[in-house]
T-cell receptor, first 112, second 118 residues
Framework: AQRVTQPEKLLSVFKGAPVELKCNYS??????LFWYVQYSRQRLQLLLR??SRESIKGFTADLNKGETSFHLKKPFAQEEDSAMYYC??????????????FGQGTILTVHP | EAGVTQFPSHSVIEKGQTVTLRCDPI?????LYWYRRVMGKEIKFLLH????????ESGMPNNRFLAERTGGTYSTLKVQPAELEDSGVYFC????????????????FGEGSRLTVL
């Protein structure tokens, strides 16, 4: 069975500090990993996906298959980054495309 | 372009009553998903429609939950009879067909319907 673990429920940093939101997964197949974000009073939205290898809003995430991790990083946090972040896994080879397994979420607070 | 819309945004009912949640996906999206977040727990998959067909309903908790997507457009999720443990936020999401590579893997979520069962 697939599982996504985000060990930190809450994470607080000061503006300008580096931030890393941890995500570990367990899955035996070919996973696709995503980070979704929910800002205050907004809907859940995609932040980035590992297959794109892109940087969005200064965030990056590298898939480490050896450590089964997909940590989200940003070198200099901004106050507008404060939000709930979800790591999610999709079975790329599964019959139900788009079926996501979510982690518990991490609330990031960036203080001024 | 309108996003995924859900109705109602919040529903408060008593145990044993029936509630029907509605989701209108983004126009043209074949895939429609229902997810649920129960208090203190992670967001969990309930089921997946491809057009009007149920592709995967492995996450439906029990037979008190019934989802439909007649005509392959909007979807409804009925809970009958509702129990206390059904309280939570029900999210609907949609995505284009699998060949739409520009948004491959991305789900577009609605704002959620909060259900409170007393």
């Amino acid at each position: 069975a697939q599982r996504v673990t985000q060990p930190e429920k809450l994470l607080s940093v000061f503006k300008g500090a580096p931030v890393e939101l941890k995500c570990n997964y367990s899955y035996s197949g070919s996973p696709e990993l995503f980070w979704y974000v929910q800002y205050s009073r907004q809907r859940l939205q995609l932040l980035l996906r590992h297959i794109s290898r892109e940087s969005i809003k200064g965030f990056t995430a590298d898939l480490n298959k050896g450590e089964t991790s997909f940590h989200l990083k940003k070198p200099f946090a901004q106050e507008e980054d404060s939000a709930m972040y979800y790591c999610a896994l999709m079975d790329a080879g599964g019959t139900s495309y788009g079926k996501l397994t979510f982690g518990q979420g991490t609330i990031l607070t960036v203080h001024p | 372009e309108a996003g995924v819309t859900q109705f109602p945004s919040h529903s408060v009912i008593e145990k044993g009553q029936t509630v029907t949640l509605r989701c209108d996906p983004i126009s043209g999206h074949d895939n429609l998903y229902w997810y649920r977040r129960v208090m203190g727990k992670e967001i969990k998959f309930l089921l997946h429609f491809v057009k009007e067909s149920k592709q995967d309903e492995s996450g439906m908790p029990n037979n008190r939950f019934l989802a439909e997507r007649t005509g392959g457009t909007y979807s409804t999720l009925k809970v009958q009879p509702a129990e206390l443990e059904d309280s939570g936020v029900y999210f609907c999401a949609s995505s284009p067909g699998r060949k739409a590579r520009s948004s491959e893997g991305e789900l577009f979520f609605g704002e959620g319907s909060r259900l409170t069962v007393l």
